[in-house]
């Protein structure tokens, strides 16, 4: 190996370890459902992003196994060239359905729709607004199109509105955008999209949401930008298929000409082969179970509200989520990652999250009950978390 790479790897290595930012990572063994087996004990798992239990489900799983006999493993090309399969086709239309708007187009994954879309539309001509607590896909994506990149304080709407102001009338930029998550995945917290969309009109802002928290969640299963109605007013709604749908993937879903003009100009559309056939129908038969009942979606709803009220009488400091996502926050480093050590030891697994994910110093586990959780698995959670917290002297 290069010298030179040797010690860039050893220093860099060092100094997250010695900062409490070096990440381990754990093995699964087996399914990432309500419990998870880690080095062969079973947990309660606090963790996923698998919101509504899907990616167990068994519906799901006979889809794609279906889907698998009929079109085999792999679709074979990029889009552009024949990897556009049937199956393809009616998932985007099921989405463009599920979403409220006239088209649809899906992508690998999530963080390739951020790169895919952004750069789809916006370019070094233009600015993009982009709130400061954005997913990393967003702001590489923002990077990827070389538009200038302007930061806006999170969710705070004058420090919007002065911004799109002075980006507008400065002249400089053919067009400006405002880029949001929906529901933002480490507070849990939502963006205030009827103010947004006041202010985009105002200043003729393209709006962009990433609802990868929202959609399953938000709007009795149809995500963030529903939940307020304004599926008519949002540019571009941007979602992840691997959270609460339960498998892989992304999408777009817009107007007509939007989705005709990210099929061709979208470079991850034109230059990486497109979603499996099982992963294709399976996200399918999410989408359809999600249009059908709100039952899991409600369940969900049902979970967060215990848990967040278990932690809170706790008296863990809890943000201001608004969903289910329910941050314990610790501050320091060290000290969080230190706590989920110490609930994996007691049977929970909720994983410490810190820089570069969340700021520094708002070290913090992040809960994330599902719907697959049953009331005792939060109860036994919750008297493991009054039990390491009083340990540890985060809570009396
Ligand atoms: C806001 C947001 N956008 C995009 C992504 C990327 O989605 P995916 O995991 O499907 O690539 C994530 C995933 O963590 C996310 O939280």
Known sequence: MSQKLEQYLQSNLEYLKDNGLYNEIDVVEGANGPEITVAGKSLINLSSNNYLGLATDEKLKAAAIEAIKSHGVGAGAVRTINGTLDLHVELENKLAEFKGTEAAVAFQSGFNCNMAAIQGV???????????????????????SRAKIIRVNHSDMDDLRAKAKEAVESG???????????????????????????????????????????????????????????????????????????VVGGYVAGSQDLIDY??????????????????????TEAVKTLMASTELHDKLWENGDYLKAGLKDLGFEIGKSETP??????????????????????GVYAKSIVFPTVPKGTGRVRNMPTAAHTKEMLDKALEIYAKVGREMGIIN
């Open 172 to 246: 400089l930029y053919k067009k400006v955008m405002y880029i949001t998550d929906g529901v933002f995945s480490m507070d849990g917290d939502v963006a205030k999209l009827p103010e947004i969309v006041e202010i985009a009109k105002e200043f003729d802002l393209i709006t962009y949401v990433d609802d990868a928290h929202g959609s399953g969640v938000m709007g009795k299963g149809a995500g963030t930008v529903k939940h307020f109605g304004l599926e008519k007013e949002i540019d571009l709604q941007m979602g992840t298929l691997s959270k609460a749908i339960g």
């Open 122 to 144: 916006m370019n070094k001509e233009d600015a993009i607004l982009s709130d400061e607590l954005n997913h990393a896909s967003i702001i590489d994506g923002c990077r990827l």
């Open 262 to 283: 990210l099929k061709v100009a979208a470079r991850p559309f034109l230059f990486s082969t497109s979603l499996t056939p099982g992963d294709t129908k399976a996200i």
């Open 325 to 346: 996502i329910t941050p314990c926050i610790i501050g320091d480093e060290k000290k969080a990652q230190e706590f989920s050590k110490r609930l994996k030891e007691e």
